[in-house]
Structures are given as structure tokens and as C-alpha cells.
T-cell receptor, first 116, second 112 residues
């Protein structure tokens, strides 16, 4: 199993450009998440999904959109990139059944995005 | 607004020593408290987690202590090793993991 994969690993954008980050998981997990990680801020939840076709806003959703058309994929879009969106983006997935043995988020390796 | 506070920001411990990282939360609706370990250039990985119905959970050298009345929980790393050098994040969630909130992280350095 590849676990959680993210594409691309690195990207540089100019202000105003758009792009889509792709997250894929092969663990048949229901829940998927997008976070951004900034120095001294920890991880902040952007959007999440509790199943195919569903999405919900997290702590910092402004400037981002997401889609979950397939259970295994979760896309994060930036319609008009801004320098404030320079960050490392992590995708995660989990199978949540309320049991400690399965209450685990599995993270991808991250995408480092720089907006000039 | 930080819903989960974490301290210290950085920690230096000698090999064999005990590392202690503390977290505090405000929202009493949180019902799941995991700790994550992150090495440079990698995504976070779950280390250990606890629910509020127990006061302590131990897995190997890692122990979570939970104080529900004080709304605090802490991570203890016994016999700290250089390989434990990483950034540690506490987190909290409610509604069965639908909305996770992370602390700002603690950078741990274990000196050989």
C-alpha cells in the first residue's frame, strides 16, 4: 500500500495564478483532510471530507476550495494564489469508527508551495 | 485563536532523560487527544492518543497524562534517545474526528 500520496511535492506560483493539489489514499478511508503548516502555527485544518461527495470547512478555509468526487481522492484548489498562501500543505486520511485502534490520521509527505 | 496551547516551544534533553511537553485546551467538547511526531521533511505520524475517560495511557517509553478538570494533557518521553529528536504536536478533536485542532508544536532535541 502506498498510503497517502500528494502531488506535486513542490510548486512555485505567481500571485493570481491557480493550481490544484491532489491527494490520493489507497486505504479505503472515509475521512480526508487538508492542512497547512506554517512555522510556529502548527497544523491548521483547511477543509475536510467525511465521505465521497461531501466537504466541510475547517479553521482556515478562505481562498481554498475542495472536491471529493471519488472516495480515494481529495483535491485542494487555489483559484487566485496569494503570498499568504505560501506554506507546506498536508493531506491526511482516517477511518473513524470510534475505536482507539482505528482512530488514526495518516498523513501524506506534504507539498511545499511558494507564492511569489 | 489557538484552541490548543502547547509548551514549551523547544526542549533540549540529555540522552536518558525525561522529556515533558504540556498542552491545554478550552473546548470541553473535545473527546479525543492524540500526539503526533514529525521529522523534518516528513508528514506527522500518530504517536499515542487518549480519550477523556482515562487519566493515563502508556505505550513503551511514551505516556500521556490527562487531567480533565484542568483541561490539560501532557506527553512524557522516558529514557529519551537522540532518535526522538523531532517536532511533537498535541491535538484535539470532537465529533469523532471531524474537526482536528493542533497545538503549535514543540521541537525536541535529545543530546547524545
Amino acid at each position: 500500500n502506498a498510503g497517502v500520496t500528494q502531488t506535486p511535492k513542490f510548486r512555485v506560483l505567481k500571485t493570481g495564478q491557480s493550481m490544484t493539489l491532489l491527494c490520493a489514499q489507497d486505504m479505503n478511508h472515509e475521512y480526508m483532510y487538508w492542512y497547512r503548516q506554517d512555522p510556529g502555527m502548527g497544523l491548521r485544518l483547511i477543509h475536510y471530507s467525511v465521505g465521497e461527495g461531501t466537504t466541510a470547512k475547517g479553521e482556515v478555509p478562505d481562498g481554498y476550495n475542495v472536491s471529493r468526487l471519488k472516495k480515494q481522492n481529495f483535491l485542494l484548489g487555489l483559484e487566485s494564489a496569494a503570498p499568504s498562501q505560501t506554506s507546506v500543505y498536508f493531506c491526511a486520511s482516517s477511518e473513524w469508527r470510534g475505536r482507539p485502534s482505528t482512530d488514526t490520521q495518516y498523513f501524506g509527505p506534504g507539498t511545499r508551495l511558494t507564492v511569489l | 485563536q489557538q484552541q490548543v496551547k502547547q509548551s514549551p516551544q523547544s526542549l533540549i534533553v540529555q540522552k536518558g532523560g525525561i522529556s515533558i511537553i504540556n498542552c491545554a485546551y478550552e473546548n470541553t467538547a473535545f473527546d479525543y487527544f492524540p500526539w503526533y511526531q514529525q521529522f523534518p521533511g516528513k508528514g506527522p505520524a500518530l504517536l499515542i492518543a487518549i480519550r477523556p475517560d482515562v487519566s493515563e495511557k502508556k505505550e513503551g517509553r511514551f505516556t500521556i497524562s490527562f487531567n480533565k478538570s484542568a483541561k490539560q494533557f501532557s506527553l512524557h518521553i522516558m529514557d529519551s534517545q537522540p532518535g526522538d529528536s523531532a517536532t511533537y504536536f498535541c491535538a484535539a478533536s470532537r465529533n469523532y474526528g471531524q474537526n482536528f485542532v493542533f497545538g503549535p508544536g514543540t521541537r525536541l532535541s535529545v543530546l547524545p
